[in-house]
């Protein structure tokens, strides 16, 4: 199967920087489209930036112009570097991803991979 694993969170200061890194491993033959979630205690999950197989992006308005989402294909690796990041940036952050997958039946798709998330804590 499938297994997508974040790191790089932390406790930064408020205007400080994180890179957020999501390894996936397991009989992938590529990630498709593949964005970066976030949950805060008693909130909802949420959208923080999205990229696709194509490289187009989209980011919450919460986070523009300090948050950029990157994917390196060759490695099936995803990024988020946040810059000026602010209290209300604390949250689990959660990889989610498609992914192209080798079976003994041949190649498919499939939808949905989660990695455990991350913690990000901004305070000073």
């Known amino acids: 199967q499938v297994q997508l694993v974040e790191s790089g969170g932390g406790l930064v200061q408020p205007g400080g920087s994180l890179r957020l890194s999501c390894a996936a491993s397991?009989?992938?033959?590529?990630?498709?489209?593949s964005g970066w979630y976030r949950q805060a205690p008693g909130k909802q999950r949420e959208l923080v930036a999205g990229?696709?197989?194509?490289?187009?992006?989209n980011y919450a308005d919460s986070v523009k112009g300090r948050f950029t989402i990157s994917r390196d294909n060759a490695k099936n690796a995803v990024y988020l570097q946040m810059n000026n990041l602010k209290p209300e940036d604390t949250a689990v952050y959660l990889c989610n991803a498609d992914a192209l997958l080798q079976t003994p039946s041949g190649i498919r798709r499939q939808n949905g991979y989660w990695g455990q998330g991350t913690q990000v804590t901004v305070s000073s």
């Open positions: 990229v696709t197989s194509g490289g187009s992006t």
């Open positions: 397991g009989s992938i033959v590529r990630l498709y489209d």
